[in-house]
């Protein structure tokens, strides 16, 4: 790697300058991991401290995050793979360093297996256009769950009415497990793609992906797992699990909106036509035709989000210093106590019982609409969610039109259950006896 | 504001009781709303005989808000000629979207769901009832 340049460490750039990263020293210490996260110490409604329990929609950004942003656009912005000057190599830089921290975080072999999206959702939609369009073909069939967020379903609908192909489901079980025998049983030699969710946004429940991409790929299918849930909560290596594709979003694990990430196998990626056409994914264009950069720039048309690349790289760092088994026990920890005290209420029921559980926690409460309870939750400075989850299917499954859900990272604290469970009893006895 | 302005006893008392509400039959069903940020649902039919609104019956499910919102939009349609409900139910969508400043004396009982405005992600709960049965009406071409 090329010597740091003078000006830029003088002013303290994150971006572009080479931290060192020692995975594992960051202690899990709850105050100072607070004192990381400003957002935790606000105060909303008249005083109420903040507690932040929906981060399975988005989490909270610590600051070097933040700075690295900020640190970006005052020293180093510039296009990149493009210029030839001192701002844009720096720019390019601190952007494919933010490449090779992704790789590094999910045990991607190389970089060029990374392409950066904007989220979950394209890069399930680049996969379902660029992979789907050019080898799937009437009558084929792509197995997925009826656990899928909508960003996992949608995209194989839409692809299966162009092709007339056909979508199976792998059932829910009561407990929000997956059926694995009915899983077995839909791996026929027509299934040319596995796509699944690795972790339930509702449900919570931990699937054992890498038993069901075994599965699929001893049958010659392509694998997806969506893991928008999974990699920011516990260690996820594509090495390990094997996939083809793993989707996941920058903003659920510390980082910026707007970025994402879709790994992809190598071979399979080559393979594949372009997504979108522009500047960036070409090699040499003549008025009549085009060939295609190499990968991963064929996949990313147009100016990238540099800032957001550079944003997911502080955020990996983040994390690797935490150490994502620190990170995954303090969170399994924080949903039992929130489990147990939720079970406690009555007339509260918990949606997803499976044995190997993340920090999602759905419920309801009998007489009090999700809705009505967010409202009182935020009143009491409780920041849940309440809605379908982006997952209709699932929740029609399950017999209500919405649900509530409490979701934790590890920064959260015991004792924002404890508020949680105040404003569950509060809606609770005003929906039953009224203000009187 | 505090909550219990937002969940008047009059509110708590239509999500309670709510009148006019009952399952339908798929065939009597005009209209079908989603509201797809939250996944409520409502299903409404009505009737409207000489220019005046003789029924309206739904079903579906919502929070306190919505079926409250809902159950007094039934009341207050009931027996009212088309074109003076459709003034109101115009009337009532912006006022609860904040489009306008305050309630005409008119409104009676409806302006207890008046605090919805204050939160902006509950006006689709209030007004998710007065939109399908302005639908409605437009599907019985009057």
């Given amino acids: ?436 | 504001m505090e909550l219990d302005e937002l969940y008047q006893d009059m509110i708590l008392d239509h999500f309670k009781h709510p009148r006019n509400r009952q399952e339908l039959s798929d065939e009597e069903v005009l209209v079908d709303e989603e509201n797809p940020t939250c996944g409520d649902h409502i299903r409404l039919t009505a009737r409207v005989e000489g220019g005046v609104i003789r029924d309206v019956r739904y079903d579906g499910k919502g929070c306190a808000i919505s079926t409250a919102s809902a159950s007094m939009m039934s009341e207050r349609l009931i027996g009212m000629p088309v074109v003076d409900a459709r003034k109101l139910i115009g009337e009532f969508i912006a006022l609860i979207r904040g489009e306008r400043e305050s309630a005409p004396e008119a409104f009676g009982d409806l302006v207890a769901l008046e605090g919805v405005k204050q939160y902006p992600m509950r006006v689709k709960c209030a007004t998710m009832a007065w939109h399908a049965v302005e639908k409605a009406l437009g599907k019985l071409g009057v």
């Fill in chain 1, 1 to 436: 790697m090329a010597t740091e340049p003078a000006e830029c460490k003088a002013i303290g750039c994150s971006a572009c300058g080479d931290r060192i990263v020692i995975p594992g020293s960051r202690v899990m210490d709850p105050a100072k991991i607070r004192s990381d996260f400003p957002i935790l110490n606000v105060q909303v409604h008249d005083g109420k401290p903040l507690a932040y329990l929906d981060n399975a929609a988005t989490t909270q950004k610590p600051s070097s995050v933040v700075c690295a942003l900020c640190d970006y656009y005052q020293f180093c912005n510039a296009n990149v793979h493009r210029s030839l000057h001192y701002l844009a190599e720096q720019a390019t830089r601190a952007f494919e360093r933010g490449r090779e921290r992704v790789a590094a975080f999910i045990g991607a072999p190389n970089v060029r297996s990374i392409i950066f999206t904007r989220g979950t959702t394209e890069s399930i939609n680049l996969v379902a256009h660029s992979w789907g369009r050019k080898f799937i073909q009437a009558g084929d069939e792509i197995v997925l769950t009826e656990m899928e967020h909508h960003s996992n379903l949608v995209p194989w609908q839409l692809l299966a009415k162009e092709k007339g192909a056909v979508l199976k489901f792998v059932p829910v079980l009561k407990d929000g497990t997956l059926d694995q025998e009915a899983y077995r049983k839909l791996l026929t030699p027509k299934v040319r793609l596995v796509a699944f969710v690795h972790v339930s946004n509702v449900l919570g429940t931990v699937n054992p992906a890498k038993e069901m991409v075994a599965a699929a790929r001893a049958i010659g299918a392509v694998t997806l797992v969506d893991g928008a849930q999974s990699v920011p909560h516990q260690a996820v290596s594509v090495a390990d699990l094997d996939c083809d594709f793993l989707a996941f979003s920058g903003h659920k694990m510390l980082g910026p909106t707007g970025i994402g990430v879709l790994y992809g196998r190598e071979a399979l990626l080559e393979s594949m036509d372009p997504f979108m056409g522009g500047g960036e994914m070409i090699s040499r264009v003549t008025l009549k035709e085009s060939t295609w950069a190499d990968i991963p720039q064929k996949f990313e048309a147009g100016t990238p989000d540099i800032s957001g690349a550079v944003g997911l790289g502080a955020a990996t760092d983040y994390l690797t210093e935490l150490g994502m088994d620190k990170v995954h026990a303090r969170e399994q920890e924080l949903t039992r106590v929130a489990i147990d005290a939720l079970s406690a209420v009555p007339g509260v029921h918990i949606f997803g019982r499976a044995p190997e559980r993340s920090g999602a926690v759905s419920f309801e409460v009998d007489g009090v609409h999700p809705h009505d309870l967010a409202q009182f939750a935020d009143r009491e400075g409780v920041a849940i969610r309440a809605g379908h989850m982006c997952a209709q299917p699932l929740l029609r499954k399950f017999g209500v039109p919405a649900v509530a859900r409490a979701s934790f990272y590890f920064y959260n604290l015991p004792e924002e259950t404890d508020r949680l469970i105040h404003a569950v009893v509060k809606a609770k006895e005003f929906f039953a006896h009224g203000t009187r």
